[in-house]
Antibody, heavy 120, light 105 residues
């Protein structure tokens, strides 16, 4: 069974940092692109960042470019999202997702989500 | 790419045939997916490439359309289908629609 389990969420002040982790199991992690998707309270879905299966290439939405860093450790089957210079508008539930091979962005597995609140 | 889902709220009865619409601001070459999100849960992939049913999804769900106009159809609404449905384009980067909330009448 495919499982994605996020951790590391919480309450953080504006301008501070937070790092999310996502432990993957039930599939060969190193074969898949992975992505983070967020959802602000009572809002829709918003793609945040993606990473290729090797980790050699990363992609970000404009609003987080230069502040967020997606990375992975294939030996540990773990995906990360380092979030720096956090803003109130980054408040959301962050989902770790697996991307269907060859589609670029279609997410066929989702974690339960990690809640991030940016507030003073 | 602009995504417009309609209606934003849909009320229907068990057994009804339900259609949800997603329109894009430009041709996305059928690179469209549909997700279902139940209250308090993570989204679940239903359809990709406009009409390909994801493994394990009931056959009452189907996707159609091309170019800029797409539809998700539930052939016979079941109580467990109450959820918000999002469309997603992945022709140019990726964006999601605002969602259609489906409730029972």
């Amino acid at each position: 069974e495919v499982q994605l389990v996020e951790s590391g969420g919480g309450l953080v002040q504006p301008g501070r940092s937070l790092k999310l982790s996502c432990a993957a199991s039930g599939f060969t992690f190193s074969n898949y692109y992975m992505a983070w998707v967020r959802q602000a309270p009572t809002k829709g879905l918003e793609w945040v960042a993606s990473i290729t299966n090797s980790g050699g290439s990363t992609y970000y939405r404009d609003s987080v470019k230069g502040r967020f860093t997606i990375s992975r450790d294939n030996a540990k089957s773990t995906l990360y999202l380092q979030m720096d210079s956090l803003r109130s508008e980054d408040t959301a539930t962050y989902y770790c997702t697996r991307v269907i091979r060859g589609t670029g962005y279609v997410m066929d597995a989702w974690g339960q989500g990690a809640s991030v609140t940016v507030s003073s | 790419i602009q995504m417009t889902q309609s209606p934003s709220l849909l009320s229907a009865s068990v057994g009804d045939r339900v259609t949800l619409s997603c329109k894009t601001g430009q041709n996305i070459n059928n690179y469209l997916a549909w997700y279902q999100q139940k209250l308090g849960e993570a989204p679940k992939l239903l359809i990709y490439n406009a009409n390909s049913l994801q493994a394990g999804i009931p056959s009452r769900f189907s996707g159609s359309g091309s170019g800029t106009d797409f539809t998700l159809t539930i052939s016979s609404l079941q109580p467990e289908d109450v959820a918000t449905y999002f469309c997603q384009q992945y022709n140019s980067w990726t964006t999601f629609g605002a969602g259609t909330k489906l409730e029972l009448k």
